[in-house]
């Protein structure tokens, strides 16, 4: 693909892509597949630890700066912020967050009196520091666009993975969502895989454990592929296996859009008996390298939606 040019008052507008430290490799891969160079961007650390990114020339042109927000979610949320802040006060026509994975979404709403919403806080801190829109993939809550001031493109990795798993699903597989609030994603995947979904009821003691409470649907003899928006100590997925042995179905395959992997998770799912983990390229962890972890690229969906939106 083409870089895509738009005019703005008779203004020609180029595409800018600026990419940082927790995406470096799928923003190259972006950048590649819509055939337009990265501007240059050099994150300086003081010896304290505050960043201080410097971005190349953005005046007049419609920037997207594409950054996760993983692990460490502060220092890489600090300098997304930073980016945007700064490619807006260099001028930029138009700014766009691309956050592939956005951290804090999970505190889409208060479960008890003194917690924050952190979703909230987030997408408004984005908003604030000069992201003009924003373009996430498979939110762990579609909520954010509702909480969100500015446009909210929401792409999904669901064709990719569930693509990457078809031919290896078998007939009689089930698809599972290992909780409540992973049933629309399954929905998605069996939409694809045209199998049917099954529900695990899960109560979540702490951040790392998990208990299955409950499996809803017929699994007995037949084969799981659970499905989840994220994985990060793998607290889920394992209750999850467990629970679908303990009714008479296998439980190998994984398929989650953001493999957050920490604390083991890569073990622990090992030990659950998981043989493959399909993950994308939203986030890079260190824990997936030479295990059951396969990583599936979604950068040209990602691209697609920067070309779409640039000639808008
Ligand atoms: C929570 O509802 C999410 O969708 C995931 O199920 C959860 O965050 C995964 O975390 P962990 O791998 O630590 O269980």
Known sequence: MAT?????????VNLRIV??????TLG???AATLACDLTACDIRPFPDGELRPVVGDVGGED???IESTGPPVHEHLVELMLLLDACRRGGAERVTAVVPYLGYARQDRRDRDGEALGARVIVDALVGAGAQRLIVVDPHTTSVEAMCSVPVEMLTAVPVLAGALAATTPDDAVVVAPDLGAVKLAERYAAVLGRPVVIVRKHRLSGDTVRAEE???????????????MISTGGTIEAAARILRAHG???????????LLVGGATQRLTAAGIARVLVTDTVTSGEGAGSVVEVHSIAHVVAEAIGRLHSR
């Open 19 to 24: 990419t940082a430290r927790a995406s470096t």
């Open 4 to 12: 895509a040019l738009f005019e703005n008052g008779g203004a020609i």
């Open 63 to 65: 920037v997207f700066v």
């Open 28 to 30: 190259a891969s972006v």
């Open 215 to 229: 499996l809803v649907g017929d699994v007995d003899g037949r084969t799981g592929v659970i499905v989840d928006d």
């Open 249 to 259: 179905a296998e439980a190998g395959m994984v398929a989650t859009s953001h493999g």
